[in-house]
C-alpha cells in the first residue's frame, strides 16, 4: 500500500542554520508529494509539492526535490527561522486512490531558537 | 474571502453523548474532505463528500461515525455515543474542483479539537 514516512522529532535548531527532514514514500505508480506545514492553533497549510520525478518544490525558502530513485522528497531550508517553528507533514497522493485523499506522515515538529 | 471555516473550535463531550462538528468550506469550492489528527500522530483521512454525495469513506469507522454535505449548509461530521478514543482534532479541507483536488492542493480549516471525559 501507500505510506509515507518521515524522521522523528522533534527538531530544534539555532536560528539561521540549515534544516533538513527527510521523508520517504512507498506507492505504486506515480504520486505527486507534498509538504504541508501547521503552525501552532492553525490547520495545515501547503508549503510545496512536486508532481513528477526530479522536480523541485520550493517556497519561502523551503525546497524538495521527487527522487524517484531513493523514493524521497526531503524537505530543505538554508538558514530557518524563528517564524518556522511549526509541525511540517510530508505526504502523498496517488491518483489510483480517491482524488484528494492524501496520504500524510506523521509529522515532524521543528522548534527554531533565537 | 473567508478561509475553511470550522466550529466549534473546541467540543467537550462525555461518554455516550453526541458530538457534531461543522465545516463550511471556501467560497467556491464543492469538495470536502474530513481527516482525522490524533495525539502524536499525522492526519488520517476519513471521508471525501461532495454536494449531497459521498465519494469515498474508505477511512470512516464503520460504527457511530457519519458525514454529510447537504445542498444548503455547512458539511457535519457526526459522531454518535463518544467514546475516550474519539478525542481528537478534527480537519476539514475543501477544494474548488476536480482537478484542483487531483493535485492534491486542499484548503484546510483550523479543526475542531473534541475531548471526549
Known amino acids: 500500500g501507500n505510506s509515507v514516512t518521515q524522521m522523528e522529532g522533534p527538531v530544534t535548531l539555532s536560528e539561521e542554520a540549515f534544516l533538513t527532514i527527510n521523508c520517504t514514500y512507498t506507492?505504486?505508480?506515480?504520486?505527486?508529494l507534498f509538504w504541508y506545514v501547521q503552525y501552532p492553533g492553525e490547520g495545515l497549510q501547503l508549503l510545496l509539492k512536486a508532481t513528477k520525478a526530479d522536480d523541485k518544490g520550493s517556497n519561502k525558502g523551503f525546497e524538495a526535490t521527487y527522487r524517484k530513485e531513493t523514493t524521497s522528497f526531503h524537505l530543505e531550508k538554508g538558514s530557518v527561522q524563528v517564524s518556522d517553528s511549526a509541525v511540517y507533514f510530508c505526504a502523498l497522493m496517488n491518483y489510483g486512490g480517491s482524488q484528494g485523499n492524501l496520504i500524510f506522515g506523521k509529522g515532524t515538529k521543528l522548534s527554531v531558537k533565537p | 474571502n473567508a478561509g475553511v471555516m470550522q466550529n466549534p473550535r473546541h467540543l467537550v463531550r462525555r461518554r455516550g453523548q453526541e458530538a457534531r462538528l461543522r465545516c463550511s468550506p471556501m467560497k467556491g469550492h464543492s469538495h470536502v474532505y474530513w481527516y482525522r489528527q490524533l495525539p502524536e500522530e499525522g492526519l488520517k483521512f476519513m471521508v471525501y463528500l461532495q454536494k449531497e454525495n459521498i465519494i469515498d469513506e474508505s477511512g470512516m469507522p464503520k460504527e457511530r461515525f457519519s458525514a454529510e454535505f447537504p445542498k444548503e449548509g455547512p458539511s457535519i461530521l457526526r459522531i454518535q455515543q463518544v467514546v475516550r478514543g474519539d478525542s481528537a482534532a478534527y480537519f476539514c479541507?475543501?477544494?474548488?474542483?476536480?482537478?484542483?483536488?487531483?493535485?492534491?492542493?486542499?484548503?484546510f480549516g483550523e479543526g475542531s479539537r473534541l475531548t471526549v471525559l
Open positions: 506507492a505504486t505508480g506515480y504520486p505527486s
Open positions: 479541507a475543501s477544494s474548488p474542483n476536480m482537478g484542483t483536488a487531483n493535485t492534491g492542493e486542499l484548503f
